[in-house]
Structure formats: structure tokens, C-alpha cells
């Protein structure tokens, strides 16, 4: 791909790679056909106004990186982010090899995120000891709101480990992200060439993916495990689904008896 537009189609090709979607999902949420999209993909077609338009809206993605290259790949919240070093406070335990793990409801976000690297403020944290969970750096947090949802639903709290550097963690690893204006669970992904440039997706697809600069983290935090009670809700679900399946069965058997006796 030499022309101008064949820049551009690797670009589309690594942006649909980067949200894990098929040349048909991609299609459909930037309303074109799959076979427009190949026809871009393989440099044979421009890219229209109206599809480059549809991208940046449905994708939050950033047109003037998609046509020249040039900005970071999604677009950033509007509000300025004053990061400091990654960093974190430890709960200190008498016994070295029990961790103390300090719990960040949904109620404390806020004063986690001003306090975060005050050891007072740490220390009002409520702390418990988990069996699996030793001599390492943990926290949990609540999760607030249904951006990761089916893999982690509101109110779970997830059990977490401190992450010295962002940049070192592999493509789609979920974590907890601490900045001056949320704390966020998402999976993190980079870009390629650029490594300090922190691509943030939810796994539930309502939510559009952005992206804000490694030095914009305040803390990072690997999702290890969650505590749940969900799966009570779940197996509620599975019992009705199984009466709706027994009661179509019977309807279709009664069906089948009347075609029988005719």
C-alpha cells in the first residue's frame, strides 16, 4: 500500500485489531457494509467524510490520527489530569507474611483518590486478612457503575495487586486505575509505538473506548480475583430460563399430539 489511502486503511485494520472486532461488527458500528469496509481495508476505496464522521462518534476515535497519524488514538476526557508517579501507601501488619488488605468502597473513592498516598488516610480504610493473599502489595475496591459488565457487575469488589509499571502489563489485562477523577476498572492496552499513551476499553460495549498518558496515572492496580454475589442472582435467572424451556416443550408435545390424532 503506497498511496495515501493505503496509510490511512492500516490504520482502520489496526483500530478494528485493537477493539477485537470482525470486519462485520466493525462495519455495522460504523454503518457501512462489510464489503465498503474491505474495500478501505485494502486501500481500493477512500475513506468517506460521513464514515470517518460515524468512526469518531460511535468509536471515540480520533479523525486526525486516522488520516494523517498524527495525535493519540482515542479521545481523551475533557477534564485535565494532574498525575503524579505511580505510586501506593502499604497497610502496615505485624505479622510480615499476612498481608493486610485495605478496602476501597464505592463510598471512599472520592477520598481515595485526593488521599490515596497519605498513610492517615489509609489507615481509616477498613483491612482484611484473605487466605491466598500474602506477602504482596493488595487492595480491593468496589466497583461502581456496569462499564465491565458481563465480567464484573456493579458492587463486586475486586481483589487487587499493585502494579509497578503500567507499561510493562500485556494488551487487555483488567485493572484498576486510580486518577484525579476516577477510580476506574478497565482493561489496558497500548499502543505500539508509542507505550505511554494508555488505551482504556470496557467490556461491556455501551461504553466507548478512550485513552489518557501513562504519566496521567496516579495508581495502577491488576484485578486478581473478585468477590461476588451474583451468582445467587444468576442461578434465580437459570431456573426461570429452564421453566420458560419445560413450558415450550410441553406446548410443542400437545401441538405434536394434535397433528397425531388428525
Same mark, same amino acid.
Request: glycine share 4%; aromatic share 8%; with cysteine.
Given at each position: 500500500?503506497?498511496?495515501?489511502?493505503?496509510?490511512?486503511?492500516?490504520?482502520?485494520?489496526?483500530?478494528?485489531?485493537?477493539?477485537?472486532?470482525?470486519?462485520?461488527?466493525?462495519?455495522?458500528?460504523?454503518?457501512?457494509?462489510?464489503?465498503?469496509?474491505?474495500?478501505?481495508?485494502?486501500?481500493?476505496?477512500?475513506?468517506?467524510?460521513?464514515?470517518?464522521?460515524?468512526?469518531?462518534?460511535?468509536?471515540?476515535?480520533?479523525?486526525?490520527?486516522?488520516?494523517?497519524?498524527?495525535?493519540?488514538?482515542?479521545?481523551?476526557?475533557?477534564?485535565?489530569?494532574?498525575? !503524579?508517579?505511580?505510586?501506593?501507601?502499604?497497610?502496615?501488619?505485624?505479622?510480615?507474611? +499476612?498481608?493486610?488488605?485495605?478496602?476501597?468502597?464505592?463510598?471512599?473513592?472520592?477520598?481515595?483518590?485526593?488521599? @490515596?498516598?497519605?498513610?492517615?488516610?489509609?489507615?481509616?480504610?477498613? +483491612?482484611?486478612?484473605?487466605?491466598?493473599?500474602?506477602?504482596?502489595?493488595?487492595?480491593?475496591?468496589?466497583?461502581?457503575?456496569?462499564?465491565? %459488565?458481563?465480567?464484573?457487575?456493579?458492587?463486586?469488589?475486586?481483589?487487587?495487586?499493585?502494579?509497578?509499571?503500567?507499561?510493562?502489563?500485556?494488551?487487555?489485562?483488567?485493572?484498576?486505575?486510580?486518577? +484525579?477523577?476516577?477510580?476506574?476498572?478497565?482493561?489496558?492496552?497500548? @499502543?505500539?509505538?508509542?507505550?505511554?499513551? +494508555?488505551?482504556?476499553?470496557?467490556?461491556? !460495549?455501551?461504553?466507548? %473506548?478512550?485513552?489518557?498518558?501513562?504519566?496521567?496515572?496516579?495508581?495502577?492496580?491488576?484485578?486478581?480475583?473478585?468477590?461476588?454475589?451474583?451468582?445467587?442472582?444468576?442461578?434465580?435467572?437459570?431456573?426461570?430460563?429452564?421453566?420458560?424451556?419445560?413450558?415450550?416443550?410441553?406446548?410443542?408435545?400437545?401441538?405434536?399430539?394434535?397433528?397425531?390424532?388428525?
Amino acid at each position: 500500500m503506497k498511496n495515501g489511502n493505503g496509510f490511512k486503511a492500516e490504520r482502520i485494520i489496526m483500530l478494528r485489531d485493537l477493539l477485537n472486532l470482525s470486519q462485520v461488527n466493525f462495519a455495522k458500528k460504523i454503518h457501512i457494509s462489510q464489503g465498503a469496509l474491505s474495500q478501505i481495508e485494502n486501500g481500493k476505496s477512500q475513506i468517506s467524510l460521513e464514515t470517518l464522521y460515524n468512526i469518531s462518534k460511535e468509536l471515540n476515535v480520533n479523525c486526525n490520527w486516522i488520516v494523517n497519524g498524527s495525535g493519540e488514538i482515542f479521545y481523551q476526557d475533557e477534564k485535565p489530569l494532574n498525575g !503524579t508517579a505511580t505510586k501506593h501507601v502499604v497497610v502496615e501488619t505485624k505479622n510480615k507474611e +499476612v498481608s493486610n488488605i485495605a478496602l476501597v468502597d464505592e463510598e471512599a473513592h472520592a477520598g481515595y483518590i485526593k488521599d @490515596y498516598d497519605t498513610p492517615e488516610f489509609i489507615k481509616t480504610l477498613q +483491612v482484611y486478612q484473605i487466605p491466598g493473599y500474602e506477602n504482596g502489595t493488595y487492595r480491593m475496591f468496589e466497583v461502581a457503575g456496569d462499564s465491565m %459488565t458481563p465480567t464484573i457487575f456493579p458492587a463486586e469488589i475486586v481483589i487487587t495487586e499493585f502494579a509497578d509499571d503500567p507499561a510493562a502489563l500485556e494488551n487487555g489485562t483488567l485493572v484498576v486505575l486510580v486518577t +484525579v477523577d476516577a477510580v476506574l476498572a478497565k482493561r489496558i492496552y497500548y @499502543y505500539e509505538n508509542d507505550r505511554n499513551i +494508555v488505551i482504556l476499553k470496557s467490556d461491556n !460495549t455501551k461504553y466507548k %473506548t478512550f485513552s489518557i498518558q501513562k504519566k496521567k496515572i496516579l495508581e495502577c492496580w491488576v484485578i486478581k480475583s473478585k468477590i461476588t454475589s451474583s451468582f445467587v442472582e444468576n442461578g434465580i435467572l437459570d431456573n426461570k430460563r429452564l421453566a420458560k424451556l419445560e413450558q415450550s416443550l410441553d406446548s410443542l408435545k400437545s401441538e405434536v399430539k394434535k397433528l397425531l390424532k388428525k
